[in-house]
C-alpha cells in the first residue's frame, strides 16, 4: 500500500507565493504520473497540475504562467510552485498519484491541504 502526504497550504495575500508538496510513502514500485486538483465548495474538482513519469506537464489554462509543478523522484515527492495567487485561487489543494504498489496499481489522493488567497 502506498499513501499521499501533502503540506505547505496556508493563508497568503493576494500577489503572493505559496509551495505544495506532496510525498508519496509505503511500499511503491512505480509512479505513473503525480499532480495537483483543487476543490471549492459546491464545484467539481478540477485538474491544476500534473507530471508524467518521462517529464512531460499539463497545466490547466487558469494557472499557466503562474504555477509550475516539478518533482524530486529520488524523494516520490511533487511539488506546486503557486506565484501571483489571486482570491479566486483559495481552494483546497488534494494530490493525485498512480502508484504501482504491492497487489497491484491504484489512484491515490492526499487528505488536501487548505489554501487561502486573502488580504
Known sequence: QAQLVESGGGLVQPGGSLRLS???????????????????????????????????????????????????????????????????DTAVYYCNAWILSVGGGGDYWGQGTQVTVSS
Open 22 to 88: 506532496c510525498a508519496a510513502s509505503g511500499i511503491i514500485s512505480s509512479i505513473n504520473y503525480m499532480g495537483w486538483y483543487r476543490q471549492t465548495p459546491g464545484k467539481q474538482r478540477e485538474l491544476v497540475a500534473i507530471m508524467i513519469n518521462g517529464g512531460s506537464t499539463e497545466y490547466a489554462d487558469f494557472v499557466k504562467g503562474r504555477f509550475t509543478i516539478s518533482e524530486d523522484n529520488a524523494k516520490n515527492t511533487v511539488y506546486l510552485q503557486m506565484n501571483s495567487l489571486e482570491p479566486e
